[in-house]
């Protein structure tokens, strides 16, 4: 699908279900990663956080959800600054991060690791609000 067909079709739902479109871009994203990773666009082997966050990050990239201008992977967690995501792309000006799709893709890699750890991802600026890019955090839940 198009990005701005996405964005059509969630600028819609926003208006119709207002804050509950997001969960259901958020859940959508979680999809994405958990579709991947059955099919083999992910890795199967799910122990290492690092490679599987890494691969998922490139993946989102080859599928142009985001530009990449830099990413960082340790054992506490990972965060990624975009140049802009498909969501933010053609979104109108808003106050808030409206990433929910490519929160929840990155929220499902993170969680999807052997290692039982509860990781948690947001979004910390948003092209969307004005600021110069997208990033997200994942951080282990209560860190």
């Not at 871009?25 to 199967?44: K, S």
């Not at 990413?71 to 979104?91: C, M, P, Q, V, W």
């Amino acid at each position: 699908m198009r990005a701005e067909a996405f964005n059509e079709i969630k600028e819609t739902l926003e208006k119709i279900t207002n804050a509950g479109s997001y969960v259901l871009f958020f859940q959508f994203g979680e999809l994405n990663a958990d579709i991947m990773t059955r099919n083999g666009l992910l890795p199967i082997k799910r122990k290492d956080f690092k490679t599987l966050v890494s691969k998922g990050i490139a993946v989102g990239e080859e599928l142009n959800w985001y530009i990449i201008n830099s990413y960082h992977i340790d054992k506490n967690g990972a965060k990624l600054t975009a140049k802009s995501t498909f969501e933010s792309r053609y979104h109108k000006k808003t106050k808030k991060c409206i990433c929910f799709f490519i929160k929840g893709y990155l929220n499902k890699l993170a969680n999807s690791t052997d290692d039982k750890k509860n990781y948690l991802c947001t979004e910390t600026k948003c092209t969307a609000k004005g600021d110069d890019f997208c990033v997200f955090e994942i951080k282990k839940a209560g860190k």
